[in-house]
């Protein structure tokens, strides 16, 4: 540029400087704006992978959660029945190695145990994997929080479904304590 630049300027019109600045000026702002841009999709992209990447990163870490978890429950299962009892949790609670284990898992041994009772409320005799999965997985992590307000709306559902079967409950009472007189048994 400084070489067409002092020839136009020099030979021709002083007056050419002015087209120059404004011509070096808009090149340069042109460049640096397309250079910005180029940076701008490369950081966005790489943002987008990264969003992408931590999906990923997470799933494997379930995954890999619930490899062990799997492995907790198989080294408690004794009886290889495929089903956890009652006996056998407590077993698994009192060895240091599991207790080891479940504090790798992030679960406390009081959690363990009200999870085994609240999945074992029928006294069926076990729980199963799955079951046992499904419920640890939800104790891990921020699930906790809904889980409780889902619980407090069921409640609430129950609650009047109950004081709906109390008031049928009294007036059929009253009809059969009216009734009784007229009855001789």
């Not at 120059?20 to 180029?38: E, K, N, Q």
């Not at 145990?113 to 609240?118: E, S």
């Not at 005799?125 to 889980?147: H, I, N, S, W, Y």
């Amino acid at each position: 540029w400084p070489n067409y630049a002092r020839r136009l300027i020099e030979d021709v019109s002083p007056w050419y400087v002015i087209f120059w600045v404004f011509y070096i000026v808009l090149v340069v702002f042109a460049v640096i704006r397309v250079m910005g841009a180029l940076f701008l999709t490369a950081t966005l992209k790489a943002a987008g992978d990264d969003a992408e990447m931590m999906v990923q990163r997470k799933m494997k870490d379930w995954e890999k959660y619930a490899r062990r978890l799997h492995t907790f429950f198989e080294s408690a299962d004794r009886s290889m029945d495929g089903k956890l009892d009652k006996e056998e949790l407590q077993l698994v609670l009192q060895d240091p190695t599991c207790q080891a284990r479940l504090a790798g898992l992030e679960l406390e041994i009081y959690d363990v145990k009200a999870l085994f009772d609240i999945l074992d409320d029928n006294d069926e005799g076990g729980v199963v994997f799955e079951d046992f999965l499904q419920a640890a997985m939800r104790l891990k992590g921020t699930a906790r929080a809904v889980d409780q307000i889902a619980v407090m709306h069921q409640q609430h559902k129950l609650r009047a479904s109950v004081h709906v079967i109390e008031q049928k409950l009294d007036s059929l009472t009253m009809l059969v304590t009216n009734a009784a007189p007229h009855f001789s048994i």
